[in-house]
């Protein structure tokens, strides 16, 4: 697949320490519509997935943890060398209390992630939430990219972005390719 | 809305007291894609949805509260004379003892309703959730329609089922309306 | 029913951007005794109640719905014409890189509603967990008028929360009616 | 206090190995009306509420933690001799393979306890829901009685039962005495 | 137990309204790792546990009772006498329009005790669940030490983490001894 | 690393349609000390932990990835086959309704995996974290074993519980290896 390719290529670009992105960044880590949420989401529709589509799920559900790991490590670079204080004015002593200079998989208000994703046993209906997961995740990265401060992470964010509308693009072919078959079934 | 006048003649139809229908029945009362779910997603996303799509937002979610309640009395018609053994052995004993009698937000394993729902305030994004969560809960009463031994309540459950599928076709018009807006921004 | 003619003419004030007045307001919104709690609470008690007390339900259930619109639509007004640096600012940055300008069923704090009401199909539980609820809302109501800066909305507010004293005061006087009536029962 | 010395004469009564009747009865362990709420809920509220109440949340909350373990014992005796074979004829197969032959705080359903109490800060709110508490356990207790097989368990249950009973009236008085001070405030 | 009543001599020392430090304090009232989680954890364990261990679990559980009561104590003082206003600028504003001036079982970022506890049945796993939890709470211990700014505080979160270090120490020897006999058993 | 590829080596034995053990079995996919919290937990640790160990958490976190996907081949193919009648008597009629024949991250009673797992930022905690969670994890496989009707299935459980038995005691050395170090900074 080109774009995992390309991810490889890409370097996570990090600047000076700066907790008030991660502090924000951290939504698509543990968040609703985080990497996390759609790495499980994929992975687990692969069983009962139809076989033309699964190598899909496996791709993208692939890919999307190696997007875990470069928000895991944007995260933690920009708050490793931050002090308590810090933390405390960037709105992460709550998080500091709990974990202290550990990642963790919540949101960026602190909600542990409580798995928000479905899977139906119906190849139409876990497209579509994997066509609505990518929309949902691509906005993330908008209100995300608008919010920050930082040219360097907002660069890492527009690449991610991307992959987001890629995904939904394959999911929408793949979800148009499902209703074909289904239709000729019904002809013959 | 044509559809709502036809819900309205439409009675629920019930039969005998069967307790172990009501336990696969609550899924979509207060399981993750039941009407609930619908209702509120729909109608929270109004305030930031286009004014072209709010009315479809307005009229589909006091739909799906109407389908709540037709649920909700499928429900209670079908334990309200059951014994406490009966209840027992439909496997609502552990609803009988937290809730009596009532009917509750929770799903068929007895799992609290948690708002498995989004809403981003992206347009595209919150229509295609809705477009997965009709294809969802089309699944759902498929699946409780599979299950089923009362061909009365399947015939309210099949209505149901249709619904979700036409509601599903909307958000897809809705969808699509909007992008087309959106390319013709682009364009002047 | 009056109070419902009365809300109806009573418009929801609210005056200029102010996103940190509805980082609290959406308390009532998806908290623990807001509005949809409460809505949630009376409708679904309706089936096991006795019918001398069903309408009572329903006309409060269908009032709290409104009073959610009435929420709803003050939190929108008061963060619409925000800029994403107003809303980090007012502690809504949280919210806004997972829901946008979105509104959403959670609390102050940003944890989404989990059903924290009771139907137990015991009219005198049923009645005191709803004395419980209004109390707790009016409580709610006042927290947040103390915490305010914002003269219009508290205006709403005060509203608001003389409905809850006056729902508590019904659900009190018919909980002393199914009392005596059970009582009789005993007496016969 | 004269409850707390015939709770001690009391003698927890458990017959054979019963597990299907655990099953129910966990309810009151861990579940949204059990004790372990109760006992929470009223430790908890006693900071703020006005101190001559506030020695009676201090000895029903502590009672209730000596109810939880009348409960935790009970559940133990009923399930330590059974075979995993008997556990999951008794629908406990569940909290076996999670939990072995331990006893854990969740609900019949197996869900977990999720701290389904409140706490405001205001007397009459505070007062309310502890009312509300006790009228839910009671009947909680009344639906177990009702679905139970065993009259040893029911001995003990119905004394427990009572012990609501007595609470609940116990909490009335309690508001009354609260409001009868905050009418003397505002006339002097 | 000598721990037991050096606690009873120790005096929780409070100085000024410090509404900043409650915030990162109530992490060790209703958070993953505090003083409610170890209680309810050790004596939930007590029923399965080896009868030689059961001991030291009612006397550690018992203990984190006492402390959850110091960190009551700690938090409200801190916070009783604080404004709304300075409440939400010590970021509690969230906090008081839900619970006033009450405390409550959440965590600093505060979502609710959630029950992040284990109890297995299996006594080697159990006691190294109970020693992961020591060094847990020493953990959080720490973080709020380093975040605080306020001695007197500290001095007394200070003892209470030199007391998770001695469970730590205890519940290792207790494994010890229980594979120990476990080794015995295998020979003889 | 020798065990890696012994997994590679190793099938994963299943025999006929068997839900009632897939029932079970899915508590060690999404059940509170299943493998996804394993490989989760592990690898977002991995950022804060000192370099020496940081392979460790790599390796078994990878690992426990691959027994996921195990977990879930079995459930999978335990019940691919069954009648939605079969799943019904299975106890899995409610997994059904909502997933239908697609695995989910539940445990056996259907609770939604909720992050039971920690990570403190302090590697001793952390270790010992580990090291409970794997005695955890054997204790499930034990449980599952002995509530088991499947021979092949035990097979593999068996192979799967040993790896468990080896990674608590890798973690064991490493949080004495963490100490030593420790030691010797103080002591130079």
Chains 1, 2, 3, 4, 5, 6 share one sequence.
Request: some cysteine; hydrophobic content about 35%.
């Amino acid at each position: 697949m080109w774009y995992y390719e390309k991810k490889l290529q890409y370097p996570v670009r990090v600047g000076i320490c700066n907790p008030k992105m991660a502090k924000f960044l951290i939504e698509q880590y543990g968040g609703a519509d985080g990497e996390l949420a759609a790495a499980l989401r994929y992975l687990n529709q692969r069983y009962t997935i139809p076989s033309r589509v699964m190598g899909l799920l496996n791709d993208i559900g692939t890919e999307e943890f190696a997007h875990l790991e470069m928000i895991a490590t944007m995260v933690y670079k920009l708050t490793k060398d931050a002090t308590p204080e810090q933390l405390k004015e960037a709105g992460l002593g709550e998080h500091y209390v709990d974990h202290g200079k550990s990642v963790y998989y919540h949101n960026a208000a602190g909600q542990k992630f409580d798995m928000p994703i479905q899977s139906k046993g119906d190849p139409i209906a876990d497209l579509y939430e994997d066509i609505a997961a990518e929309e949902k995740a691509r906005s993330t990265y908008q209100w995300i990219i608008n919010i920050s401060d930082d040219p360097l992470i907002n660069d890492s964010l527009g690449f991610l972005r991307e992959r987001e509308i890629i995904h939904s693009q394959r999911f929408r072919e793949a979800v148009e390719l499902l209703k074909e078959e289904q239709n000729k079934k019904k002809v013959f």
